[in-house]
């Protein structure tokens, strides 16, 4: 049976097209990029770039040190020959301990060298660390883990740290989360025996700063609890603190304080800590103490930033508010315990 033809309307498609044609433009609006707090910054330890001259200075300096160097070599020469002039026993004794003289001198330079060496490896790697963090940059990533396993990879005292980060980072693919791991196994315990030794070098310079009768006592105390402090933290973060390397560290604090501001004290500051107007108080000498153990404790922590191959996610200055309380408190008993050094044997310390 045949059906005539008919006329149907869609329903669904005459609403998609008067929906068509009465729909507004669609409205996009674009939410704005939320600051990435997790940045790390470089510590700025070196002075800005000046433009190049001709090192005069330098090349008086060097050769005024190779006419000297001559000189002694001179000097020691026609003294063993003198020597050998008046018996062979003499003239070879003299000559061993020359040779000896020298092997000592070639070993103080070798070190001197490594401690510099060592020191610009650490800055390379705050380097390469801020780039994994900021950048997600594999091959930093992986050029930091080679140099934390070349510096930490012999610590006695690291060794279940490195052995964790060896099982977990294997695991972990994001070149930052692996960073981040390292940081918290490695650098926290380093952090919290940087914090004693600051607390302990503070406590020190404050109480005898308070007892020292004369101001140039004071000033040679200081320098040499500042210079003892950044040898300390060196060698906690695996530097090899040499001479020459102690006073480029130094020259890296003090610029780093000058950019960061770090020298910037003030009553208020002292007074948020101490309570306000104790000091007014108490006598002007322990005032004087407190403002010392202030200063040491701030370049303490600025060491700990260029010391540090990670640099720190949080800022330094958080910290300084906890040592001050302890500055102006008594040290505790087991203070003397916190003198242990960070690894047996240090090479640094010989």
């Given amino acids: 049976m045949s059906r005539k033809p008919q006329a149907f309307v869609l329903e669904d498609d ?34 800005e770039a000046k433009p190049r001259r001709m090192p005069w200075l330098t090349i008086l300096v ?10 002694a ?18 003239g070879w004794t003299a000559l061993a301990v020359a040779g000896i003289a020298g092997f000592a001198a070639l070993a103080i330079i070798a070190r001197e060298i490594w401690g510099l060496v060592r020191l ?35 610590r006695t005292d690291l060794a279940w740290p490195m052995k964790e980060f060896a099982a977990l980072g294997g695991d972990i693919i994001d070149p930052r989360d692996r960073v981040l791991l390292a940081d918290r196994l490695l650098m926290e315990p380093l952090d919290e025996a940087a914090h004693r030794i600051i607390a302990r070098r503070a406590c020190r310079v404050t109480l005898l700063t308070t007892v020292t009768p004369a101001a140039a006592l004071d000033i040679l105390f200081v320098a040499s609890q500042n210079l003892g402090l950044l040898r300390e933290l060196a060698a906690l973060y ?22 960061t501001g770090g020298l910037a004290l003030s009553d208020s500051l002292i ?20 403002v010392n153990g202030i200063l040491t404790s701030r370049i303490g922590l ?37 003198a242990r050094k960070p690894e047996s044997g240090n090479p640094a310390e010989s």
């Fill in 120 to 154: 610009n490896k650490i800055e390379g790697m705050q380097e390469l660390a801020a780039r994994a963090i900021n950048l997600d940059e594999q091959k930093a990533a992986r050029a930091l883990e080679d140099g934390l396993r070349s510096i930490y990879g012999s």
């Fill in 62 to 71: 060097s050769a005024l040190a190779t006419l000297v160097m001559m000189a």
């Fill in 73 to 90: 070599g001179a000097a020691v020469t026609q003294m063993v020959e003198d020597f050998f002039t008046r018996s062979a026993l003499l």
């Fill in 238 to 259: 695996g530097g090899r603190p040499s001479t020459l390397s102690t006073l480029q560290l130094a020259r890296m604090v003090i610029t780093h304080l000058a950019v």
């Fill in 271 to 290: 007074q948020h800590v101490v309570g306000k107007g104790l000091l007014g108080r108490l006598s002007a000498r322990f005032g004087e103490g407190a």
């Fill in 302 to 338: 600025a060491a700990m930033d260029v010391c540090r191959p990670i640099p720190a996610r949080t800022p330094a200055r958080e910290a300084l508010g906890k040592l001050l309380r302890e500055i102006v408190s008594f040290p505790p008993k087991n203070s003397s315990d916190d």
């Fill in 14 to 47: 005459k609403a998609a097209h008067t929906d068509k044609k009465a729909s507004p433009r669609a409205h996009v609006e674009f939410a704005p990029e939320s600051e990435n707090q997790d940045l790390v910054v470089v510590p700025p330890a070196g002075v």
